[in-house]
């Protein structure tokens, strides 16, 4: 078997490339380890930043999105069970963001590549990257019980922090950023209408966050010990202490009902550099964690897809390597600055156990700034919505880290 780039990864950011590149004519095989209804019933990320939607318009991808997704203005703040503020992202910036789940975009996804007959192998089995640093990489795997090999110019690891792609690099050529956090959430789905706006609470109890992914299914979190045991947790248990978190007035309008999901979820930040290592590039959670506070993961995800589909377009288009080349400056420039919203929203917003007197009272103040600072409000609105995209020019007139 035979392709100019393979896949490693059959979630929304290896569809995504595999779509960009179909689009540019140039040919590609996903593999993926786990059967299609294993992928399509994760349910994920549902915030999406501008320049996603934008994104997914752009290339076919958006009509179920416009019917069903939910567009958002901006996110409300509470703090204290007392005080909550409006953070006009639409008035400060001149953008907005829907509210469209994960599991959507994969259907979405699925159904684009049935269309074209793409080459997606589920239940991949035992994969594994040779000769990455070479012009003629390959990649082998079993399927159905037969030894299978895939030979390419390009790898694209799209499979995941627990993937094999990464660990295709050299520990002497990956530096590894990492910030564990002491907590977790415990997050339900129910099939309720949500509030009207995102909105996240600062409470001496713990962080809150109600969110969405249509009009009628709401998704909400609260901040949990690292050791909670999620079957402690009933749905009345859950509905009463999300509430207990809230102002009056939001709690009031919250609407219960029964949980159709309930996870826990650890918090982590997490940067592998560089993205590119020969002829295989990272891309998504392959490379970057972010805690979910930002939104910010599933949008990282696709400006990285977006940036390599581009390069490799760029370079079976005019056999320059410019693009690739700058791959992974570009990426990690957007990646970083994503890491740093995502790391000061869950510093603001949660209580931490080891937290003193003076640490707490810090962090009210800088609630109160924000709510009374149009600038440091207009700051959080920019970095919320997402930054542009870079232009191809960037990618050799911007310095990036050393490496």
């Known amino acids: 078997m035979k392709t100019q780039v393979a896949i490693i990864g059959g979630g929304p950011a290896g569809l995504l ?29 549902g915030v999406l930043e501008q320049g996603t939607v934008d994104l997914l318009r752009s290339c076919g991808l958006g009509e179920r999105m416009d019917k069903e997704g939910h567009p958002h203005d901006g996110m ?24 469209y789940g994960q599991t959507q975009i994969q259907e979405d996804l699925h159904a684009a590549c049935d269309a074209r007959s793409a080459r997606v192998i589920h239940e991949a089995l035992n994969v594994a990257l040779h000769e990455v640093t070479s012009e003629a990489p390959y990649v082998t795997f ?15 690891g799209c499979d995941g922090f627990h993937g094999v792609s990464r ?14 956090y002491p907590f977790g959430w415990l997050g339900i789905l129910s099939e309720t209408p949500p509030l009207d706006d995102i909105v996240y609470a600062n409470h001496p109890r713990g962080f809150a966050l109600a969110s969405m992914r249509s009009p009628t299914l709401s998704r909400y979190y609260i901040q949990v010990p690292l050791d909670t045991r999620i079957e402690d947790w009933s749905d009345e248990r859950f509905w009463e202490e999300l509430k207990a978190r809230y102002p009056r007035e939001l709690a009031d309008r919250i609407v219960t009902g029964p949980s159709i999901e309930k996870s826990i979820a650890p918090l982590r930040s997490y940067v592998a550099e560089p993205m590119r290592h020969g002829q295989l590039f ?27 589909s581009r390069a490799l377009t760029d370079f079976y288009g005019t056999g320059s390597s410019g693009l690739i080349d700058g791959y992974s400056d570009m990426a990690l420039r957007r990646v970083w600055a994503s890491v740093r919203t995502s790391w000061y929203l869950t510093n603001l917003l949660h209580r931490f156990p080891d937290s003193t007197a003076f640490d707490q009272r810090a ?36 310095e990036g880290p050393t490496q």
């Not at 079993?142 to 694209?156: E, H, K």
């Not at 990272?282 to 390599?308: E, M, Q, R, W």
């Not at 207009?378 to 191809?392: H, I, R, V, W």
Request: with cysteine; aromatic share 8%.
């Open 142 to 156: 079993d399927q159905a019980g037969q030894s299978q090999r895939l030979d390419c110019q390009f790898i694209a």
């Open 282 to 308: 990272l891309a998504g959670d392959a490379a970057h964690i972010v805690p979910p506070t930002g939104a910010k993961g599933l949008n990282l995800a696709v400006s990285d897809v977006f940036y390599l």
């Open 76 to 99: 409300k703040v509470a703090w204290a069970g007392q005080q909550s503020f409006f953070i006009d992202v639409r008035k400060n910036v001149g953008k907005r963001f829907m509210a």
């Open 363 to 398: 962090q009210e103040y800088e609630l109160e700034y924000l709510r009374g600072n149009h600038s440091a409000q207009l700051a959080l609105a920019e970095q919320y919505a997402g930054l542009p995209f870079e232009s191809a020019s960037q990618a050799s007139n911007v």
């Open 17 to 45: 490339l595999s779509h960009l590149l179909h689009q540019a004519g140039v040919d590609s095989v996903v593999l993926e380890h786990r059967s299609r209804a294993q992928v399509q019933s994760r349910i994920r990320a």
């Open 167 to 180: 660990k295709a690099i050299p520990a002497t050529v990956l530096r590894e950023f990492e910030k564990v």
